[in-house]
Every structure is written in C-alpha cells, then in structure tokens.
C-alpha cells in the first residue's frame, strides 16, 4: 500500500482548521496541522519533514505571515506546491507570493483546497531519487 500524501496546513482558525483537515483526509490525503507561523516554522525545520504540499492561511496570528512560512518552505523544498487561503491580501500575491502556487480567497468551498493541492502536485515535476 502507497503511503498518502503529507499536507501541511497552517491555518490560526480552529473551525477552518477542522474543516481543511477533513476535506484533504476525505480526498485521500494525511495532513499535518500548525496553528500558527512560529509552529509552522519548526515543524518545517525538523529534520523528518517529507511535507508534499502546504496550505497556508496568509494572515496568521503571531510573529510570521503565511507569505513568511511559504517562503520559508521553499528555501527548503524549491518545488514544493503551496495553496495560500486569504480573506483580504489576494492583491499581495503577485508581488509576496511564491512562484508556482493557488490563492484562494474566502470564502471558498473546501473542495477547492484539495482540487488545488492536487492539481499543484499533479504538475510539480517527478522528485529526485534520494530525496
């Protein structure tokens, strides 16, 4: 049996936490939670990390935006496909946003997310052996 898919999604909203988790768990996918930028960034940091793809939500509470923990996620991972989820900064995208990734805007249907996770790894290309 293939292992699933690792998505990681940073999200400081419990309800919109819940409801990413069950739509990506529903769709085939095992997924990581963080509550918060600091959270996101050590948990990207550890060393066992095999993240497939990240959601994140782009105004977080705390020290680090979403923008800041994608950035931070592709100095790690340079392919790895991330989904931005905003009610209010899409205007920032273009100029905050990582290269190769989906911005949602709130409200969206949950399905969305996990079209988008798809339809990102779908296109990533193939990993390198050893990776």
């Known amino acids: 049996m293939t292992p699933a898919i690792l998505v990681f999604v940073v999200e400081d909203e419990e309800p ?6 069950e739509a990506l ?5 095992a997924v990581t939670m963080a509550g918060n930028g600091e959270e996101a960034i050590a948990m990207l ?7 497939a793809a990240l959601v994140t939500d782009v105004n977080l509470a ?8 994608a950035a931070h996620a592709r ?4 392919a790895l496909p991330i989904i931005y989820i905003t009610g209010g900064s899409a205007h920032d995208w273009a100029s905050k946003g990582v290269p190769n990734s989906i911005l949602l805007t709130k409200p969206f249907a949950v399905a969305q997310v996990v079209t988008a996770v798809a339809q990102l790894l779908n296109a990533a290309p193939p990993a390198s052996p050893g990776k």
């Open 16 to 21: 919109i936490r819940q409801l990413l988790d």
């Open 25 to 29: 768990s529903d769709g085939g996918f």
């Open 45 to 51: 940091d550890a060393a066992d990390a095999a993240f």
């Open 62 to 69: 705390g020290k680090f935006t979403g923008w800041e923990v």
């Open 75 to 78: 100095e790690i991972n340079g």
